[in-house]
């Protein structure tokens, strides 16, 4: 099992930066893929870029160039780095990924943290 939490979040002016971290409880060095995700208020809750333990990303379009995933596994943690932010990217932000755990594939999630752009 392992225990996700984000941090990193706040308030921006379009265009900003931030970067979000996501901290495990546990060593992530042998955690194939961890994700983050982000909902908005009314929408459903989504994918927005993965990394692999290869080291491998994948994003959504709507962030692709503009968002960076990566992770440190000596650190246990995977970064989310935003660059020109815009009002669009507001949501609350989560980390996640899948274990294989009691022969079932088990999902773990972060409490989230809030992004806000304003324009």
């Known amino acids: 099992q392992v225990q996700l939490v984000e941090s990193g979040g706040g308030l921006v002016q379009a265009g900003g930066s931030l970067r979000l971290s996501c901290a495990a409880s546990a060593s992530i060095f042998s955690i194939n893929v961890i994700d983050w995700y982000r909902q908005a208020p009314g929408k459903q809750r989504e994918l927005v870029a993965a990394v692999t333990n290869s080291g491998s990303t994948n994003y959504a379009d709507s962030v692709e160039g503009r968002f960076t995933i990566s992770r440190d596994n000596a650190k246990n943690t995977v970064y989310l780095q935003m660059n020109s932010l815009k009002p669009e990217d507001t949501a609350v932000y989560y980390c996640?990924?899948?274990?294989?755990?009691?022969?079932?594939?088990?999902?773990?999630w972060g409490q989230g943290t809030q992004v806000t752009v304003s324009s």
């Open positions: 996640h990924t899948k274990l294989f755990v009691r022969l079932a594939w088990r999902e773990y």
